[in-house]
């Protein structure tokens, strides 16, 4: 069975989704494809915090947020997108063999939600723990990180280079890179939100076909996020330091009402 027949046979779908002109990070995370995440009240990057091998972003309970995917490369690229160890666009626990969303070679674009159909999504909010889509459905031990893996496209084989005496040359093959996301420390905490089945919202598609060169990601990016205050109990990032008080004994004018 060829691959795209399994992947109708799997009720598996590929996504093309429209290019637009989009920031980078200002640390990207991803060599073949930048993920990020966006505040979408705001508009901006949420900043990547690392420690100890791992990525971190702040995130406040009722804000709604996107995913950005930025495609590095003069190539098409299928990019499998997990939120919280679940498949954003079947809703099925996350395996890199599994639907995604293909970009256009150097496309940028922002991921809003959880896919319900080719027009429409459920937005991504972060949400307390038990209100997350992942606890609601009974999976909540990912709750806490966004994930991509990139396939890289399989293109035409050229025939073989015929060398000068009419021999055929030998075969070079170049082993495609498998990038594995290295295991996450324990936490000495517990997760305190994740991702929440948002109100449904206007986001379109469309099905193309695409064939992995490799049933192994060429890279897998990960990206952990957390309330403010458990990522300064893990020392990801600093607590806001207290300003120092610089009372005045005249700070003038009369005296007003109280």
């Not at 990070?25 to 979408?40: C, H, Y």
């Not at 690229?77 to 099925?92: E, F, M, P, R, T």
């Not at 626990?93 to 959880?114: F, H, I, K, N, R």
């Amino acid at each position: 069975m060829n691959r795209i027949a399994l992947l109708a046979a799997t009720a598996l779908t590929m996504f093309a989704l429209s290019a637009t002109a989009l920031a980078h990070p200002a640390t990207p995370l991803g060599r073949l494809v930048e993920l990020a995440v966006i505040d979408r009240d705001s508009g901006a990057i949420l900043p990547a915090h690392h420690s100890a091998g791992q990525s971190y972003v702040e995130g406040q309970p009722g804000r709604r947020y996107a995913v950005r995917l930025v495609n590095r490369t003069g190539a098409r690229v299928l990019a499998v997108l997990s939120v919280d160890g679940i498949n954003a666009v079947s809703g099925q626990t996350a395996d890199p063999d599994q639907a995604g969303y293909v970009l256009g070679p150097y496309q940028s674009t922002d991921v809003t939600g959880w896919r319900k159909s080719l027009g429409e999504v459920a937005a991504f909010e972060f949400a307390a723990l038990a209100d997350s889509y992942a606890a609601r459905t009974g999976r909540p031990d990912h709750v806490g990180v966004i994930g991509i893996a990139v396939f890289q496209e399989r293109l035409p084989v050229p025939p073989p280079a015929i060398a000068m005496d009419g021999t055929r040359s030998k075969e070079r093959l170049q082993p495609m890179e498998r990038a594995g996301a290295a295991p996450a420390p324990a936490a000495p905490m517990a997760q305190s939100i994740g991702t929440a089945h948002g109100p449904r919202e206007a986001s379109q598609v469309s099905q193309t076909r695409f064939d992995r060169a490799s049933r192994h990601p060429a890279e897998i990016v990960s990206l952990r996020y957390d309330r403010r205050e458990n990522l300064v109990a893990l020392g990801v990032i600093a607590p806001h330091p207290m300003r120092p008080r610089h009372p005045r004994p005249f700070p003038g004018g009369f005296v007003p009402d109280p």
